[in-house]
């Protein structure tokens, strides 16, 4: 099925390969299906610890399982994760979108860059489900964008997914996957791990990533930091100059004074270009590490698919060799027995049927995944080249224009 | 210093071309600075880096393993020979970096960058202020190098303790008043301390260039050999001012100091004045020890400890009355165009110690975010190799190929960052050299100060020597047939009165001088300011524009090739 997305708002992260159409004028006449999603509006909600924002959720679609063109709810972060936990339970395999941080801190400060980054985040979060080709057609995805806020509310405190636990469980759970995993790196033996070299492989490389990006993003935040203090030096820089000026007069005076205010300029334009930096290189690549650590918990969930279908095969073999010690002696315990291992075998079935599945929706969505990052980290590269580039531009100009005066005073 | 952290960048800016900076940098990732430079204090911050940008332009020399580990990497070698050895008398040019790096964006930027960069602005290590004091064509040309320890040959009771660095230095002129056109001397900083000395003496009134602190304390605290080359800078910056000073760099004591050899023949004090009244010394005369001593010449130098001591109390006495009492002292100082003068020096240097501050902030701004980029370049190179060596999707192989462009502009970008700042340390070190300069126009201002507190001294002097003989005269006039003690003593109060008119006339004289000297002075500092200050804003301004450019085309040309995306997105 062919989904058009558009972003109302969410700009530059759009992860998708195509977008047209607006959101104001849905294409009713067009038999084109489309389901596009804006998280809007972020408004604060509560007072103290208690407090949290909300936002605007607006569908747009004409799916038939949909209640209509155009529904709009309140929801808030954890309503966001609910919906996360819930797919991440039913499609096992699948890459699941990564959400944004559960900041404990920031949240306090409630700067308007972190609101309007989250707001992005999830904006792009619930339009890269919409996108999916398989996660579009889930049922809390439906609830998620249709159900009115008192369900809502119930479903999210039902919840008790794997990423409801606490932090220290998740923690702990992480780390045994970790260890497991880096185990069949170090090439240690144990039985229950896959013996896959090419997943080995994919392993492998999704920890090193993890870590590469990890440093990348570090840096980008750094930037962003550096032309801050870029900006503010400028700017105290240039009333200095302004003040020097007001000493010389004259036509010294005069220059120190342009030049004064010409870095005050400039200094806002490097303020606004921190901004876009945050917003369109180092988010994006923040959006891809949360993306690997998505990735790292698909691979846990394997794992544990394939323990689960090892036990089991561990376990017919034992009851085989049992059921025909039975068979042998003659117990009356067989037709107990023959029915134990026929449900047995039914459940290892389900496993084996189970782990192969997600084996080949990894396969599916690692090949997504790559081609939908090159897309989104082309699009970062391009947005960051482009604000650089007009950023020294406007520099160049800025201080260019006061060079006739300035050659002027010296001949 | 930045060169040495750097040594990946600089040397690949030098021996490769661009293309081969990123097999250069995949060689060194471990070398890309992480170690932030920490400013202890301000002045530390500029003048470190004003010296780092020769480290800059050449990769670093390693000493040769037999040399003195004293001798210091010399101040300044043409980059093209970075193997001249450290005592290689090579005086080429340094060619500007304007010439070697810009693509100027007009033509006539080049030539008046060319303008620019010669007469006043050198790209050596001391910015030269003024212009040529006459014409462009007579130099002197201030070399020091060469630190040597040496013995102190007085007998000294514990054998060998004290030991002394002297400096090779070395005079290239075309002035006839000196004995050739090139000549060395050793010196040690203690001479150094004793020009400094007697030029404030023999130069009262003129903005006299200060000389290098002391430093007792860095001296003890300091690496040896980093200590002494930064006492060389120190030195030659400092003789260098005198040497483009109109009026000092003709002086004996000047000349004395460049071209005697042996022991410097300036006494350390005079409590001898044998001076023209002009206040040119005699150096003949003292040199061979003649002293005369005459009470009027004495005024024309501010009282000092010893014998002046009485004279100390007069003058403090009488700075007192000048205070307290709120009269008006006999002579004020009623030039209202000074005092206007002396309030706009106050307000300039309090703003250029705020300018200064500024724009050492400025500085060190440019400086983190040149370091991010090369740093963020780094990493994308390291992802775009692991991506290349991991590669199993074609989308992998394209996603790398995008991060190395973008990796590449970054370390580029990086790299114009640390070049713009170089130059950037060398313009805005003209508001530092100008508030160091604050330093001499105070000096000047108090030798006039000084100069007047004995005028009026010696005036409110006489007047009380005036009404005691008014009294003696009175009281012997009523004893019949004269009193021949009171009349001894009007008679030698009368020499007195007749001593004092004189030394009040050469004080009068003195201060005189010395307010003409605060004239032309304060004269000559406004226009060299103006001029210096106006290139300055010129070269920084030219320098950011041309790099800001640099930096542009850099990031357009990846713009470009990922435009591809864009038509995509949107």
């Known amino acids: 099925m062919i989904t058009v997305v558009n972003y109302q708002s969410a700009t530059l992260l759009s992860p998708q390969r195509s977008s047209s159409g607006s959101s104001h004028s849905p294409r009713s006449s067009s038999s084109q299906p489309y389901l596009s999603i804006s998280v809007t509006e972020p408004v604060k909600l509560g007072n103290g610890v208690q407090a949290y924002i909300s936002y605007r959720v607006i569908t747009k679609t004409n799916f038939p399982e949909y209640q209509g063109p155009e529904k709009i709810v309140i929801r808030r972060y954890s309503d966001f994760v609910w919906l996360r936990d819930r797919l991440f339970e039913k499609y096992k395999g699948v890459f699941i979108p990564p959400l944004p941080e559960k900041s404990t801190v920031e949240k306090f400060r409630f700067s308007a860059e972190f609101i309007e980054l989250r707001r992005q985040a999830l904006d792009i979060f619930v339009n890269r489900i919409a996108s999916h080709h398989e996660l579009q057609q889930s049922e809390d995805l439906r609830t998620f964008l249709q159900a009115d806020e008192e369900t809502m509310e119930r479903l999210r405190s039902q919840e008790t997914g794997i990423f409801k636990k606490k932090p220290a469980d998740l923690m702990q759970i992480f780390k045994e996957m970790q260890t497991r995993v880096s185990d069949v790196v170090l090439g240690k033996e144990k039985p229950v791990e896959e013996s896959n070299p090419e997943y080995e492989k994919l392993k492998n490389y999704i920890f090193e990533l993890e870590n590469h990006l990890s440093e990348a993003q570090k840096h980008a935040y750094r930037l962003v930091k550096r032309h801050k203090e870029l900006g503010q030096s400028l700017s105290d820089f240039g009333k200095a100059a302004k003040l020097l000026g007001a000493c010389e007069g004259h036509a010294l005076g005069k220059a120190f004074s342009d030049l004064g205010t010409k870095s005050e300029t400039l200094s806002v334009r490097l303020q606004k270009e921190a901004h876009q930096l945050l917003m369109n290189f180092e988010e994006p690549l923040k959006d891809y590490v949360r993306a690997v650590q998505s990735i790292k918990a698909t691979i846990a969930e394997r794992a544990n698919a394939f323990r689960h279908q090892c036990e089991l095969a561990e376990t017919i073999k034992l009851k085989e060799i049992n059921l025909d010690k039975l068979m042998l002696t003659r117990s009356d315990k067989v037709g107990e027995a023959e029915l134990e291992y026929k449900e047995l075998k039914a459940e290892s079935e389900e496993a084996t049927r189970r782990f192969e599945n997600i084996v080949r929706v990894m396969n599916e969505e690692i090949v997504r995944f790559q081609d939908q990052k090159t897309q989104d980290m082309g699009i970062a590269f391009h947005q960051f080249a482009k604000g650089q580039s007009r950023l020294a531009n406007n520099i160049a100009d800025a201080w260019r224009s006061l060079l006739p005066k300035l050659e002027a005073c010296l001949s | ?570």
């Open chain 2, 1 to 570: 210093m930045m060169g040495s952290e750097n040594q990946g960048f600089e040397e690949a800016h030098i021996d490769a071309s661009r293309e081969e900076m990123e097999s250069l940098v995949l060689d060194d990732p471990s070398n890309n600075s992480n170690g932030t430079k920490s400013f202890s204090h301000h002045r530390s911050a500029m003048s470190s880096l004003a010296d780092s940008h020769h480290l800059l332009s050449r990769p670093m020399v390693a000493a040769p393993a037999d040399s003195d580990p004293l001798l210091a990497p010399p101040s300044f070698r043409d980059f093209r020979n970075p193997n001249v050895a450290a005592d290689n008398s090579s005086y080429i040019e340094p060619p500007s970096y304007a010439d070697v790096i810009f693509s100027p964006f007009d033509e006539n930027a080049v030539h008046e960058i060319d303008g620019v960069d010669s007469p006043g602005r050198s790209s050596d290590s001391s910015v030269s202020l003024s212009r040529s004091p006459s014409s462009s064509s007579d130099y002197i040309k201030i070399t020091v190098s060469n630190p040597q320890k040496e013995q102190e040959t007085s007998n000294s009771l514990v054998p060998g303790s004290n030991t002394y660095i002297t400096y090779l230095i070395t005079t290239r002129t075309n002035i006839t008043g000196f004995n050739g056109s090139e000549f060395s001397v050793r010196r040690r900083f203690k001479d150094v301390v004793t020009l400094s000395d007697r030029l404030a003496e023999s130069y009262r009134g003129f903005f006299i260039p200060p000389r290098p602190d002391k430093n007792l304390v860095e001296s003890q605290v300091m690496q040896k050999q980093e200590f002494v080359e930064q006492r060389r800078v120190a030195l030659e910056k400092y003789l260098r001012r005198l040497a483009t000073h109109p009026v000092i760099r003709k002086s004996d004591e000047l000349k004395v100091f460049l071209q005697v050899q042996g022991k410097l023949p300036l006494p350390t004090s005079t409590d001898v004045a044998s001076r023209m009244l002009d206040g040119a010394v005699k150096l003949p005369k003292q040199l061979f020890g003649e002293s005369v001593v005459v009470a009027p010449e004495e005024v024309v130098q501010p009282a000092k400890g010893g014998r002046d001591l009485l004279r100390l109390f007069k003058e403090l006495r009488q700075s007192v009355t000048n205070d307290w009492v709120g009269s008006k002292p006999p002579v004020a100082e009623e030039d209202k165009e000074f005092l206007e003068k002396k309030g706009r020096m106050h307000d300039l240097e309090q703003q250029l110690s705020n300018a200064s501050q500024q724009a050492e902030s400025l500085v060190k701004a440019q400086q983190d975010m040149g370091e991010t980029m090369g740093e963020l370049g780094l990493t994308f190179i390291k992802l775009t190799k692991f991506e290349n060596e991991e590669a199993i999707f074609n989308s992998q192989r394209v996603r790398a190929a995008d991060m190395k462009n973008v990796a590449t502009a970054a370390v580029k970008a990086s790299r114009f960052y640390r070049e713009l700042n170089a130059h950037t340390v060398k313009h805005l070190d003209t508001l530092h050299e100008y508030l160091g300069l604050m330093l001499s126009v105070h000096g000047a201002f108090s030798d006039r100060s000084s100069a007047l507190l004995t005028v009026q001294t010696l005036i409110s002097e006489l007047s009380s020597l005036h009404s005691r003989a008014e009294k003696l005269e009175a009281a012997s006039s009523k004893i019949f047939g004269g009193d021949k003690s009171r009349i001894r003593k009007i008679e030698e109060l009368k020499e007195t009165i007749r001593v004092t008119e004189d030394a009040k006339h050469v004080a009068i004289r003195e201060y005189e001088r010395i307010k003409e000297n605060n004239r032309t002075e304060l004269e000559r500092l406004d226009r060299e300011r103006h001029a210096d200050f106006l290139n300055m804003l010129k070269g920084f301004v030219l320098n950011q524009a041309g790099y800001a450019e640099k930096i542009a085309n850099v990031w357009a040309k990846v713009a470009e090739e990922t435009s591809a995306y864009a038509r995509e997105s949107t």
